[in-house]
């Protein structure tokens, strides 16, 4: 069965990096684009955005540029968030998920729904 | 990008009884060449990852009880319980996906719990 699997919470200080993992198994990790949610603590689920596995292209929400990045190493299956300049609205819980979905003609990922979600890992921003 | 509402904010319903969370999209997520609208639903738990529940709008995930269904159409979404069960307390959260791959929303959220 799909499993992903997250790292641990995490607590920095303001200005600091994070980078997140979710390693993927029991499907063809090239297969599906990977997206990443975000949920701040008591609120709703944001989505950040999502790489595309086969050219490692990323796409970020609006708001979500230049200090969100995504990365990928195919060879093991698991996606990278990683956050730098931490500051404390940044905190919350990160998923992984995948979607349903096909690549198109330019070999784009168009992502449905979301099937299968990490376990979620805390990011605590705080000096 | 479209703005997802979901009416009420939370819902106190007696054991057994119907659970009606509505869902609004800002524009029309039916996508006619392949007549299917881009909607799905999701439960969270505390403490837990989202769970997916209904896509298309109205089919069910393979495992989910058939007293969770959804309906609806172009801007206009409903997932009822029909009967509600302990262990549906929870958040439901709908998620449009007509905007792929540059953009997915989700609604602000129904806490369903007992009363």
């Known amino acids: 069965q799909v499993q992903l699997v997250q790292s641990g919470s995490e607590l920095k200080k303001p200005g600091a990096s994070v980078k997140v993992s979710c390693k993927a198994s029991g499907y063809t990790f090239t297969n599906h684009a990977m997206n990443w949610v975000r949920q701040a603590p008591g609120q709703g689920l944001e989505w950040v955005g999502s790489i595309n596995p086969n050219t490692g292209n990323p796409t970020y929400a609006q708001g979500f540029t230049g200090r969100f990045v995504f990365s990928l190493d195919t060879s093991v299956s698991t996606a990278y968030l990683q956050i730098t300049s931490l500051k404390a609205e940044d905190t919350a819980v990160y998923y992984c998920a995948r979607p349903v979905g096909y690549y198109d003609s330019s070999g784009e990922f168009r992502s449905y729904y979301f099937v299968d979600w990490g376990q979620g890992t805390p990011v605590t921003v705080s000096s | 990008d479209i703005v997802m509402t979901q009416s009420p904010d939370s819902l106190a319903v007696s054991l057994g009884e119907r659970a009606t969370i509505n869902c609004k999209s800002s524009q029309s997520v039916f996508y006619s060449p392949v007549n299917k609208n881009y909607l799905a639903w999701y439960q969270q738990k505390p403490g837990q990852p989202p769970k997916l529940l209904i896509y298309w709008a109205s089919t069910r995930v393979s495992g989910v009880p058939d007293r969770f269904s959804g309906s609806g159409s172009a801007t206009d979404f409903t997932l009822t319980i029909s009967s509600l069960q302990a262990e549906d307390v929870a958040v439901y959260y709908c998620?449009?996906?007509?905007?792929?791959?540059?953009?997915?929303?989700f609604g602000p959220g129904t806490k369903v719990h007992i009363k």
């Open positions: 998620q449009q996906y007509y905007d792929t791959p540059r953009a997915f929303t």
